[in-house]
């Protein structure tokens, strides 16, 4: 069992940052990716970014060259730095763990961008 806590959402300005956290807990050995995806309601659940336990990243068109996904291994903790936010961007942001294909997700974080 995977046990995955985001924190750091919150309202901001067009234009504003945020910095969210995903720190994951309980069978973390083995966990190689620990991504970010987000929900508006009435729309799909899309990818954010992911990161490898490596290193290597991927991220969702919309974020590319605004937001920064990374990872501290050691405290199995995971961030996403949001730049350049647009209202757009607004939406329930989850951490997410596919541990030996079982689907972990935590419970959201909230962000909402104001234009």
């Known amino acids: 069992q995977v046990q995955l806590v985001e924190s750091g959402g919150g309202a901001v300005q067009a234009g504003g940052s945020l910095s969210l956290s995903c720190a994951a807990s309980?069978?973390?050995?083995?966990?190689?990716?620990i991504g970010w995806y987000r929900q508006d309601p009435g729309k799909q659940r899309e990818l954010v970014a992911r990161i490898r336990r490596g290193g290597n990243t991927n991220y969702g068109d919309s974020v590319k060259g605004r937001f920064t996904i990374s990872r501290d291994n050691a405290k199995n903790t995971v961030y996403l730095q949001m730049n350049s936010l647009k209202p757009e961007d607004t939406a329930v942001y989850y951490c997410n763990v596919n541990y030996y294909g079982v689907e972990y997700w935590g419970k959201g974080t909230l962000v909402t961008v104001s234009s």
């Open positions: 309980g069978s973390t050995f083995g966990i190689n990716a």
